[in-house]
């Protein structure tokens, strides 16, 4: 008799204390696994979409798109390297030199220059050579700093140029106007384009310039194809073909008016005034 009444005690202890215990680890551990789940979702159907929007030329704003340590992992050091010797090579790529040829035709003696995305620095070298008094140059990657530091220094140039780490479409109040703005194969790596060049445009007191990739099947399969192998190495970051007309309304919205268009191989430029 004592140990059935033992026995009965121990299963009623099981039964009233146990189970709250183990229901309460439970509850945590499937927490846990659904929120795992749901920022892996997420996860994918924003790489999906990027993706997608990239090689179709749709891309409405994609919060979220791109992890600031992805982005620094595309554009490294060695990235940089390659920048600064290809230039010392061979000078300005054919859209970068029509983007300083727009601007230096506009009058660029004593003017100020913002460049967003400007990398090593290559047309703010070639703009101050002919003639722009300074130039403020917003970054995200600081995998840039050491090379343009060194093409600066070479230049002579390092006390014109103040370089500073701002997403200019986050933050558009944190910068200061300039006499001419110009983007360089950025835009291409910005989800929310209209954001980016409207703050471009609204900064911009006489001359915007920008450079996109030009839409046609190349560029799509060859952005598909990066995105895709990125999607698979779970890389957050993509790259975008914008359509080239939202691009300008955004940039026309700030008052701007373009002023010129160049098809320079697989990529085009506009210039916009005021």
């Not at 080239?244 to 916009?272: C, K, N, Y």
């Amino acid at each position: 008799m004592p140990n059935e009444s033992h026995t009965t005690h121990v299963d009623s202890r099981k039964k009233s204390d146990h189970p709250d215990h183990l229901n309460r680890a439970f509850a945590k551990t499937r927490s846990a696994v659904n929120e795992t789940r749901s920022r892996k979702v997420h996860r994918w159907r924003s790489c999906w979409t990027c993706l997608s929007a990239s090689s179709q030329g749709d891309t409405d704003p994609v919060p979220e798109c791109c992890d600031p340590d992805d982005y620094q992992s595309v554009f490294s050091g060695r990235f940089a390297r390659r920048q600064t010797k290809r230039y010392q090579r061979r000078g300005l790529t054919p859209a970068a030199q029509g983007i300083a040829d727009f601007v230096a035709s506009g009058g660029i003696e004593r003017a100020t220059v913002l460049e967003i995305g400007g990398g090593v620095g290559q047309l703010q070298v070639e703009l101050l050579r002919r003639g722009a008094s300074h130039v403020t140059n917003l970054e995200i990657s600081q995998n840039y700093e050491a090379e343009a530091a060194r093409l600066l220094d070479e230049a002579g140039m390092t006390d014109q140029v103040t370089r500073r780490f701002i997403d200019i479409a986050q933050a558009p109040d944190e910068v200061e106007p300039a006499d001419v703005v110009i983007l360089h194969r950025v835009v291409c790596c910005y989800p929310d384009y209209a954001a980016l060049l409207t703050a471009a445009a609204g900064h911009a007191r006489k001359t915007l310039a920008y450079s996109y990739p030009a839409v046609n099947a190349i560029n799509r399969a060859q952005f598909g194809t990066e995105n895709l192998y990125r999607w698979f190495t779970r890389n957050d970051f993509r790259t975008f073909i914008h359509p080239p007309q939202g691009m300008v309304r955004a940039a026309e919205s700030e008052g701007m008016t373009v002023a010129f268009r160049r098809h320079a191989r697989d990529w085009d430029v506009v210039g916009l005034v005021r």
